[in-house]
């Protein structure tokens, strides 16, 4: 995954120290993953605002929620708002671990 490297690649060069590649703190991890969950958060969104169907060559989420169990019968605005509380659960998520690893730091 690129954006948790140029975290890393980022805290690495603050320190002028590639030995801070072989075990960056806990803190340095959590902002790492933080940016990625924040990213998945906007892909999330985009393709629900795109209708977009595939991304990537994979489903969305979006479509596979509508198909993942026809005997629930979801409709097309109920898919958007579990799709809509999965990017929403994403971002909070994010957050919470770019403030939890930006203190740690």
């Given at each position: 995954?690129?954006?948790?490297?140029?975290?890393?690649l980022?805290?690495?060069?603050?320190?002028?120290?590639?030995?801070a590649?072989?075990?960056?703190?806990?803190?340095?991890?959590?902002?790492?993953?933080?940016?990625?969950?924040?990213?998945?958060?906007?892909?999330?969104?985009?393709?629900?605002?795109?209708?977009?169907?595939?991304?990537?060559?994979?489903?969305?989420?979006?479509?596979?929620?509508?198909?993942?169990?026809?005997?629930?019968?979801?409709?097309?605005?109920?898919?958007?708002?579990?799709?809509?509380?999965?990017?929403?659960?994403?971002?909070?998520?994010?957050?919470?671990?770019?403030?939890?690893?930006?203190?740690?730091?």
């Open positions: 995954m690129f954006r948790p490297q140029l975290v890393l980022g805290y690495a060069g603050a320190l002028n120290s590639q030995d590649l072989k075990t960056p703190p806990e803190g340095v991890i959590q902002f790492a993953t933080g940016i990625e969950l924040q990213h998945l958060f906007m892909l999330v969104h985009d393709d629900m605002m795109d209708r977009a169907t595939f991304r990537r060559g994979e489903e969305t989420l979006t479509v596979a929620l509508a198909r993942s169990d026809s005997s629930l019968n979801l409709n097309q605005e109920t898919v958007q708002y579990l799709a809509t509380i999965v990017g929403d659960i994403l971002f909070a998520r994010s957050s919470e671990l770019m403030i939890k690893g930006a203190t740690q730091c």
